[in-house]
């Protein structure tokens, strides 16, 4: 449903920052009945990485980044009557960014899938400090926990996250993902119930098969 053009319009005026005709996109999208995949997938996820690129290459300034993440997240909200309206299960997700990651969009996006399929998910957002962490996890006690990481170099904050988990809570499944886990996803293997999940449609899969 998303068509090429429709793609590019959406992408240059959430570049130069026009978060009315962002909306209008989404807003008319919705209407047409597209579905949260789609949405998230082909058009916010998509979107954002060509920003991401367009940063790393300094073609726009840290400040056009920051600006298309706001607008980008504050057309997720259009989403939500997508995201609430299914029936809940008995089955809960955390899902947080990791202390010093600043990137939240993942994140919010895989805690709204999981709203999407039922499950009641919390999310805690960016630069999450572990001990706050725990405490929520405490409170909530998911069926899953959801850490996302967006820059590769704060691997070790990530191994330092599974490791104090584990510590207090031996048994759960640790769902980690992220553009900065791509390159080492392998150091995974050695942790046991920590699953790496590359993309959406994998993150559905797993929810389907543990519903």
């Known amino acids: 449903m998303i068509t090429q053009q429709i793609f590019e319009t959406f992408r240059e005026n959430l570049i130069s920052g026009n978060r009315i005709a962002c909306s209008e996109i989404t807003a008319d999208l919705i ?9 998230y997938v082909d058009l916010f996820q998509r979107s954002m990485y060509e920003v991401g690129n367009l940063w790393e290459e300094n073609i726009i300034t840290p400040a056009v980044e920051h600006m298309a993440t706001g607008i980008t997240e504050y057309c997720m909200s259009l989403s939500y009557p997508l995201i609430f309206g299914a029936e809940h299960k008995n089955k809960t997700a955390v899902v947080s960014c990791l202390a010093n990651e600043f990137h939240q969009i993942g994140a919010k996006m895989v805690a709204d899938i999981f709203e999407m399929h039922g499950w009641h998910g919390y999310f805690l957002g960016a630069n999450t400090p ?82």
Do not use: H
């Open 130 to 211: 572990i001990e706050n962490l725990i405490t929520l996890i405490k409170d909530k006690k998911p069926n899953v926990l959801g850490l996302s990481i967006s820059i590769y170099f704060n691997m070790p904050q990530l191994i330092n996250t599974v490791k104090r988990v584990r510590q207090e809570f031996a048994d759960l499944v640790i769902l980690a993902g992220g553009q900065g886990l791509k390159r080492y996803a392998g150091e995974f293997s050695r942790y046991e119930k920590v699953i790496v999940i590359d993309s959406i449609p994998e993150l559905e899969r797993y929810i389907n098969e543990n519903n």
């Open 31 to 39: 209407k047409k009945g597209i579905t949260l995949k789609e949405l």
